[in-house]
């Protein structure tokens, strides 16, 4: 069965600096990832997703993240934090079953952002 | 375009009542689906559907009914509410799945938030 890890419940960095937030999934199969953000009191946001191709997924809002088969892992990625990223993340795992998909979330991970 | 919607925003209910929390989409995606989530728990999926009358159970479907008679609506009916129910409901939907294809995009409705007392 599938699941999705991620070892942060909450991480801060201060505005301007770089981010990295962690995402380790367990799948028998090539998986079909995907990194969500919800602002509070909202519901989820598609960030980037990837199938496959290209390793390396670029995302809105300047997030990237890097597929790693051998360490399955979808690591989440920006250059330089806004205070307006705050939020928290979801790492997602996608997977076939019969009459569909189901899509399995992980706990997520709260960012904070000092100024 | 509304996009996924969602009814009531908040809902206090006591013990053993029972309620419906609407959602719909007007995207035409045939795959809905139902989660709630908790503190520390993330989304956890209570059911699905892939098109109008069909649905499935998920990882925590007890308690829980639900119902697909048109594309559009997707209702979630609580029959006799617990205590352990109170969360944050979130419907989604994404475009048809066509065979080789498991990952479509979710796009999710506001959320209803629960409290069962």
């Known amino acids: 069965a599938q699941s999705v890890t991620q070892p942060d419940i909450h991480i801060t960095v201060s505005e301007g600096a770089s981010l990295e937030l962690r995402c380790n999934y367990s799948?028998?199969?090539?998986?079909?990832l995907f990194w969500y953000v919800q602002s509070p009191g909202q519901g989820l946001q598609l960030l980037l997703k990837?199938?496959?191709?290209?390793?390396l997924v670029q995302g809105i809002k300047g997030f990237e993240a890097e597929f790693k088969r051998s360490q399955s892992s979808f690591n989440l990625r920006k250059p330089s934090v806004h205070w307006s990223d705050a939020a928290e993340y979801f790492c997602?795992?996608?997977?076939?079953?019969?009459?569909?998909?189901?899509?399995?979330f992980g706990a997520g991970t709260r960012l904070f952002v000092k100024a | 375009n509304a996009g996924v919607t969602q009814t009531p925003k908040f809902q206090v209910l006591k013990t053993g009542q029972s309620m419906t929390l609407q959602c719909a989409q007007d995207?035409?995606?045939?795959?809905m689906s139902w989660y709630r989530q908790d503190p520390g728990m993330g989304l956890r999926l209570i059911h699905y559907s892939v098109g109008a009358g069909i649905t499935d159970q998920g990882e925590v479907p007890n308690g829980y009914n639900v119902s697909r008679s048109t594309t559009e609506d997707f209702p979630l009916r609580l029959l006799s509410a617990a205590p352990s129910q109170t969360s944050v409901y979130f419907c989604?939907?994404?475009?048809?799945?066509?065979?080789?294809?498991?990952?479509?995009?979710?796009?999710f409705g506001p959320g209803t938030r629960l409290l069962v007392l």
């Open positions: 995207m035409n995606h045939e795959y």
């Open positions: 989604a939907s994404s475009i048809a799945l066509t065979s080789g294809r498991a990952g479509e995009t979710q796009y």
């Open positions: 997602a795992v996608g997977a076939r079953n019969t009459g569909g998909f189901k899509t399995i």
């Open positions: 799948y028998g199969a090539t998986p079909y």
């Open positions: 990837y199938f496959s191709g290209d390793t």
